[in-house]
């Protein structure tokens, strides 16, 4: 399989195509730390699941920083795809592994020595900080896996093919469900079994994309010879991924920083915040989906000259974004109370509480999420990568500012409250960005 040219033929059944793959396959990412939750908040406890939820924003943070510095690089990778210029896109795919697998591995020592020290800074409860440390050492000693599995992803995305990650995901999160069950369950492990089983997942996931571009992609086959660090294109590329990677990033950090104001609110309110930020996962990762689509989608059709096709794109992808949304909207409001019962053992009936009166705000909620999404998708295809981390910094500091000053008043509901009013001001400056953006391309037309 050589990939997918999206320059051609109908552009919904490109997007939608390109983009249910990658919901299915962020949703099986997403299960990696979902099934943590339920089984170690079934099998060990509140304090467990409170454990890992403290200790995931801090792990989001470094894991989608990494996997930020993918996606930006694949945006060059689908720009020289859709120009056919197949020798500047094996250069880029051998200085993007080359120089990334060794910036992981000095980041992966620095976040080993750190995760204690962090987790006292945003004011972990004394009582689990050490289930939350140890849970989070054995994540990062895996983090190679996880940019390698984001590096073979995204390449492969980058080229249109957005099915075979997920068959790789399929496997490891069956995988990952198997080894949560034995070393949790089983062996008694509790959370640092949960990591052990997350580690070894995405070992197998990263093989896999390796064995398989190896084997099946001549395009993507390199002689010994071929694998170069490129100086010109490296930088080429920091310029690209340094954006994408510090705008995810500070999309996590800003969760990191939103999780020091649930955390005074007590044990209950952070095991609630654990299950809710779960569900926001699953929310919004379609949403992402779609957006990543239209990422690829702009890149490969920038990358042909065809403006045009660009445009009639976009307007095609914010109505997936929108449909989605009423499809997501109606089932978690009124799935609320089913869905926190997966991550919350029955004796939690005031965690529960906590989170459907959260749920029930966000999921009106979605819908800003979606139509932010679309648009980062459109800035990210066309190279306008300051307007994304603006637009997510925009969203970041707000949503901050607003938890510290909702969450002692109205608890976690005024964490869902903050979010809101974050996404609301972002989509206010993408939409001027957006009309400026046309009016100049516009222009330049004629």
């Keep these: 399989m050589a990939g997918h040219n999206m320059t051609q033929g109908s552009i919904a059944k490109s997007l939608i195509g390109f983009a249910l793959p990658m919901i299915l396959g962020n949703l099986f990412q997403m299960t990696y730390n979902a099934v943590d939750s339920i089984i170690v908040g079934r099998y060990v406890g509140t304090e467990a699941v409170a454990a890992v939820g403290a200790a995931n924003p801090i792990m989001n943070v470094v894991i989608f920083f990494i996997g930020g510095i993918c996606m930006g690089a694949s945006v060059l990778m689908s720009n020289y795809y859709g120009a056919q210029d197949f020798s500047r896109l094996k250069r880029e795919v051998s200085t993007t592994l080359l120089a990334g697998a060794a910036f992981t591995l000095v980041v992966t020592v620095l976040c080993f020595l750190l995760a204690k020290p962090v987790l006292w800074l945003i004011q972990t409860p004394a009582e689990i900080i050490d289930h939350s440390a140890g849970y989070l050492r054995i994540v990062f000693s895996g983090l190679i896996f996880t940019y390698l599995y984001n590096f073979f992803s995204n390449t492969l995305r980058s080229i249109g093919d957005s099915r075979t990650p ?31 089983a997350t580690v070894v997942s995405q070992a197998v996931s990263s093989l896999l ?38 705008q995810q990033t500070c999309i996590y950090l800003g969760k990191l920083v939103v999780q020091g104001a649930v955390n005074p609110l007590g044990v209950g309110s952070i095991a609630a915040f654990n299950a809710v930020s779960r569900v926001d996962d699953f929310a919004i990762t379609p949403m992402q989906s779609v957006g990543s689509a239209m990422t ?7 990358g042909a000259g065809d403006d045009k096709r660009i445009l009639r794109g976009f307007w095609i992808g914010m ?38 009166l959260y749920l029930h705000g966000m999921a009106f909620y979605y819908l800003l999420a979606g139509l932010n999404n679309g648009l980062q998708g459109y800035f990210r295809g066309m190279g306008r990568l300051a307007i994304t981390l603006i637009s997510t910094l925009l969203q970041i500091v707000f949503r901050v500012i607003f938890s510290y000053w909702l969450a002692p008043v109205s608890g ?33 037309a004629e």
């Design 296 to 302: 690829t989608f702009v890149a490969q059709n920038r």
């Design 209 to 246: 994309c390796l064995l398989y571009i190896n084997r099946r992609i001549p395009l993507l086959q390199f002689r010994r010879e071929e694998f170069v660090l490129d100086r010109g294109m490296l930088w080429e590329t920091v310029s690209y991924s340094w954006v994408t990677a510090l």
């Design 319 to 356: 109505g997936l974004q929108t449909l989605y949304w009423a499809v997501a909207c109606g089932v978690i409001y009124f799935g609320a109370g089913p869905l926190m019962h997966l991550f919350v053992p029955e004796s939690g009936g005031a965690v529960i509480e906590l989170g459907v």
């Design 412 to 444: 976690i509901a005024g964490i869902a409250s903050a979010c809101m009013i974050g996404w609301v001001l972002m989509l206010l400056y993408e939409a001027v960005m957006l009309a400026w953006d046309r009016r100049k391309r516009g222009r330049t």
């Design 166 to 196: 997920l068959l790789f995901l399929i496997l490891s999160s069956v995988l990952n469900v198997g080894l949560d069950l034995l070393l949790v369950m089983g062996m008694n492990l509790e959370v640092r079994g949960a990591a052990i």
